[in-house]
């Protein structure tokens, strides 16, 4: 028997029917652009996300990008984020013309550390992103007051549908941020049938820019106050995306349960750090995140062992080659550099059979001679 990491088909099965008919839905309209599903859809994340407004979008990058160029982050501006996270998130602040400015993390919850954020606003920085890792929110309301006033985009391409109690009140994955995004890449919680992302937010003028930039930066067609982009969200990505929506809290509730039930399993585990969640937070455990000693040895061994795991970040954005022209060096930000070196992250996936997690459990506790 072996794990993998992820089991899309598994889940496929479950849901299957209503999946198909939506997308069949969509095929007898012949609406594929911009179609009933996707004002729908962002109608139902906007719900969700506690916000007013949603804007789909072509991809959880595209998301990013249309944000800080809604922002009017361009040239000469610095975006204050950090470096241990998906490509992304760096990709985007290069793409507008601006300069990242990568700063450390919480070593307990791999999200970017409000302090940092605060040591590194100068008088070129323009926004600041922070991002929901594996996920757990992002310390949100300290980042917000480390922002100084500045805009902050919440990058939860892995936490929708996560929550913070921030001053006795349940904050959603992307409300209290400026602007918030959501990707739905197929490995992502809530995931189409290929690519799709969404952005919300509290702001009327920033809804209105993010719905112009979408669509080449017109509200009437051929006509262009400014220039935007192609990203749309594809209407039958919607399609498939809201009939899996009704479904994602219970799959996140049984992510949580198979996070309760490895965080036991390896409590005894000196060898193993097992993820930390703030008291405040609720995580959706888009990936269960291990810090493991010898962890390069530990994942040969799993993979020996046909158990699906992956190293979610091996190389942080401030040392990846493309960011060389940026001047930073090892040691700039070690947190974020021994966390590369130190996890590794587990089957954790909703559909996940009692004999796969215990199978998973006796793999990394054998590889520590337990
Ligand atoms: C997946 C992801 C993205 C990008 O989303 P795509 O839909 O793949 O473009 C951005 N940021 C983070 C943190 C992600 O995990």
């Not at 996270?85 to 602040?93: D, K, L, Q, S």
């Not at 409300?175 to 992302?197: C, E, M, R, V, Y």
Request: charged letters at 20%; aromatic letters at 8%; glycine letters at 8%.
């Amino acid at each position: 028997m072996s794990v993998p990491l992820l089991d899309l088909k598994a889940q496929h099965a479950t849901i299957k029917d209503d999946v198909v008919s939506a997308l069949m839905a969509v095929v007898d309209q012949q609406a594929f652009i911009l179609g009933e599903p996707v004002g729908a859809l962002e109608c139902a994340v906007a719900g969700l996300s506690q916000v007013k407004y949603a804007v789909g979008c072509a991809n959880g990058t595209d998301a990013l990008l249309l944000a800080l160029r809604a922002l009017d982050v361009s040239r000469d501006d610095e975006v204050v984020t950090t470096p241990f996270t998906f490509f992304a998130t760096g990709g985007a602040v290069h793409n507008v013309g601006a300069r990242p400015v990568f700063v450390d993390i919480d070593p307990r919850t791999f999200n970017i550390a409000p302090d940092a954020v605060s040591a590194a606003i100068g008088p070129r920085t323009k926004a600041v992103i922070a991002v929901d890792l594996f996920g757990q929110m992002a310390a949100i309301e300290h980042v917000t007051a480390a922002a100084r006033g500045l805009p902050v985009i919440e990058d939860a391409a892995q936490s929708i549908g996560a929550r913070r109690v921030i001053d006795g009140q349940t904050v959603m994955a992307g409300q209290a941020a400026t602007i918030g995004t959501f990707s739905f890449f197929p490995s992502k919680n809530l995931g189409g049938f290929g690519d799709g992302g969404m952005m919300v937010t509290q702001d009327d003028a920033l809804f209105e820019t993010l719905m112009k930039l979408r669509t080449h930066g017109s509200r009437r067609t051929y006509y262009h106050e400014i220039v935007g982009f192609n990203s749309r969200l594809d209407t039958l990505q919607a399609a498939v995306l809201l009939a899996k929506l009704p479904h994602l809290e219970g799959w996140s509730e049984a992510r949580r349960r198979n996070a309760a039930f490895y965080d036991a399993a390896f409590a005894d585990v000196p060898e193993i750090v097992t993820p930390y969640v703030e008291p405040a937070n609720t995580s959706i455990y888009n990936q269960y995140t291990l810090r493991a000693d010898k962890r390069d040895a530990l994942q040969g061994h799993l993979k020996g062992l046909g158990i699906g795991n992956s190293v979610y970040y091996p190389l942080p954005l401030h040392l990846q080659p493309c960011f060389a022209y940026l001047g930073y060096q090892e040691g700039q930000c070690p947190e974020s550099e021994r966390a590369a070196k130190e996890v590794i992250s587990l089957p954790v996936f909703p559909e996940m059979t009692s004999a796969q997690r215990d199978e998973v459990v006796v793999a990394v506790r054998s590889f520590y001679g337990r």
